[in-house]
């Protein structure tokens, strides 16, 4: 196995035009767990950790630019006011040691259901900027990023950049079942974040399909049925949780069963849904 270490962003994407069949390191929290029990053997790893571009991020214009080695403890510690539903969803991953190695885009290119930041980003809106040598940039849109089980619309010779997450504009709120407290792969996970200036609600569920995935029918009733200043209609939230129960596909596994996450993800929905209604309610009465 080769052991390819660049130290900026420009040889990282030479290194990747030049080996395409090479496997990122951002953090390797998913990526050496595969290895150390054999599940892959890949030719050649490409470390990016090097890559102090890669652990910036900047507030441009609407959006946050978040850099895709930026460790998780970081949005944590620092972005929890601008990126409330992602800094939630951060909390829950491991323990602070993987806090202090993991991060967004490693989570990215990995691409398991199963990942926390992928629900927030959804419901959010954010878009992935990836590279390559030779093409240039793209900016793929998150809901069109993940397509399959742990695969991605990236290419062969592409890597992940950063993501640009949307301002907040309001609520947002993350919610993750587990076997435990902490340090656990989410059993099922859902996100939602409140965009009041468009009348619409966003969002995210993961862990309960073979890719993380929006609930198009239920943001479709919120946005034609909820009242923005009024309180939450119980039987409005009944109907969201069930709509986002219908759009997940789990499956059984170690960690539950299929009919256990859908149940779930409905109750994860109108918890969320409410937390976030409260809190938006809440801001206008302030």
């Known amino acids: 196995m080769d052991f390819l270490r660049p130290t900026t962003w420009e040889e990282a994407l030479a ?59 970081e949005i944590v510690d620092r972005l929890g006011g601008e990126l409330p539903g992602l800094a939630q969803a951060a909390r829950t991953v491991g323990s602070p040691q993987i806090r202090n190695r993991g991060s967004v885009g490693g989570n990215l290119g990995a691409a398991s259901p199963a990942g926390d930041s992928h629900p927030p980003l959804l419901a959010t809106g954010a878009v992935v900027e990836v590279e390559s040598r030779d093409r240039g940039v793209r900016m793929i849109p998150a809901e069109e990023f993940y397509r399959g089980v742990k695969r991605s619309a990236l290419e062969p010779d592409e890597l992940i950049r950063a993501v640009h997450v949307p301002r907040v504009t309001g609520p947002q709120y993350f919610s993750k079942v587990g076997t435990r407290n902490a340090m ?27 890719t993380p995935r929006r609930a198009l029918e239920a943001e479709e009733l919120l946005a034609a049925e909820l009242d923005w200043d009024a309180p939450l209609d119980p039987a409005l939230a009944r109907r969201f949780g069930e709509l986002c129960a219908r759009a997940a596909a789990p499956i059984d596994d170690v ?10 993800i409905g109750v994860l929905a109108r918890r969320t849904l409410t937390w976030a209604w409260n809190d938006h309610l809440g801001r206008r009465a302030a």
């Open 184 to 210: 656990v792969i989410a059993v099922c996970s859902f996100a939602i974040a409140l965009h009041p200036r468009e009348r619409r609600v966003g969002t995210g569920i993961g862990s309960a399909a073979p």
């Open 15 to 73: 290194a990747k035009a030049d080996r395409p069949d090479a496997v990122p390191i951002q953090g390797g929290t998913d990526v050496m767990v595969e290895i150390n029990f054999g599940v892959r053997r890949p030719s050649a790893l490409l470390d990016l950790n090097r890559v102090a571009e890669l652990r910036e991020w900047s507030m441009t214009g609407d959006a946050c630019r978040l850099g895709a080695g930026v460790p998780y403890a």
């Open 255 to 264: 960690r539950g069963s299929a009919a256990y996450r859908v149940h779930a």
